[in-house]
Nanobody, 123 residues
Framework: QVHLVQSGGGSVQATESLRLTCVVS????????LSWFRQTPGKEREAVAA???????HYADSVKDRFTISRDGTNNTLYLQMSSLKPEDTAMYYC?????????????????WGQGAQVTVAS
């Protein structure tokens, strides 16, 4: 069983930055597809960033050039650095991990999820 424990989130003003952290309870995090999703009430969960097993990163157009996904193999941690935040980035953010046969990890179906962290951006 894979467990993901998130930290970070909170309330910020527009243009400020925030970092989300997700510790993944696996032996080698780089062998897993890793991704960040977000969801607002009444809307479907949206994939915002993903990192492939070879380290290639992918982003939704809405966050490209503002968000950065990264992983640290020494402590099996996934990060999402969010900069230039906008009110429309307000959502519950979830990290996800899975062993997937797909080489491209964005917009895939994940079985393991973090507990979620609320990000609220005021204008």
């Amino acid at each position: 069983q894979v467990h993901l424990v998130q930290s970070g989130g909170g309330s910020v003003q527009a243009t400020e930055s925030l970092r989300l952290t997700c510790v993944v309870s696996v032996t080698t995090v780089s062998t897993y597809c890793l991704s960040w999703f977000r969801q607002t009430p009444g809307k479907e969960r949206e994939a915002v960033a993903a990192i492939d097993t070879d380290g290639t990163t992918h982003y939704a157009d809405s966050v490209k050039d503002r968000f950065t996904i990264s992983r640290d193999g020494t402590n099996n941690t996934l990060y999402l650095q969010m900069s230039s935040l906008k009110p429309e980035d307000t959502a519950m953010y979830y990290c996800a991990a899975d062993l997937l046969s797909a080489a491209y990890c964005l917009n895939q179906i994940y079985n393991y999820w973090g507990q979620g962290a609320q990000v609220t951006v005021a204008s």
